[in-house]
């Protein structure tokens, strides 16, 4: 497994951790908000890897519950959608490989935003990134990620890890 592959399923498990906490917030979401954290969450469903015995049908259960979330945002579809991350983050956290899809690294290469968003990197080699062949580019693709951030977790996204990582074990 690449070091990338290590960010990306951190960056997995931070966005899970995110969800989990603004949604025990129980705070009030628009419309627009919440579809667009359920079509997150959807997302990634996606990126885990198929055919694992216990991590596909807790992927697929999460998918399911923020889809019907996403759909009327009832309070017990919310209830549900908890369930599901717990369950997903639980399972992940005791798999003893990797548990993400072949195409995780080339989709975290065109979403180094999302990737690094919030993890400490330590120092040393591992992990090498490489030069955008238009930084310009590279700017607005890191801006848009901040106003895509802020429209999904408000405050949340402001958390430190260790205090994400705390709320989704418990």
């Not at 694992?52 to 309070?75: C, H, N, Q, W, Y």
């Not at 591992?126 to 693709?141: F, I, N």
């Amino acid at each position: 497994m690449t070091t990338l592959h290590l960010y990306a399923e951190a960056a997995i498990r931070r966005d899970l951790a995110r969800a989990r906490a603004l949604l025990i917030s129980r705070v009030r979401m628009s419309t627009e908000r919440r579809r667009a954290v359920t079509d997150h969450l959807t997302w990634l469903a996606s990126l885990v890897r198929p055919g694992t015995d216990r991590i596909s049908p807790a992927s697929a259960a999460m998918r399911e519950a923020a889809v019907a979330f996403g759909k009327d945002g009832l309070g017990h579809e919310r209830e549900l959608l908890i369930e599901a991350i717990d369950i997903l983050v639980d399972t992940t956290a005791t798999w003893p490989t990797r548990w993400t899809a072949e195409d995780v690294p080339r989709v975290a290469c065109g979403n180094l935003p999302w990737v690094l968003d919030g993890i400490p990197l330590r120092g040393g080699p591992g992990l090498v990134l490489p030069s955008p062949p238009d930084p310009e580019v590279a700017r607005t693709r890191a801006a848009l990620y901040r106003r895509k951030r802020a429209q999904l977790w408000g405050p949340v996204a402001l958390t430190p890890s260790r205090i994400l990582e705390a709320a989704a074990a418990g």
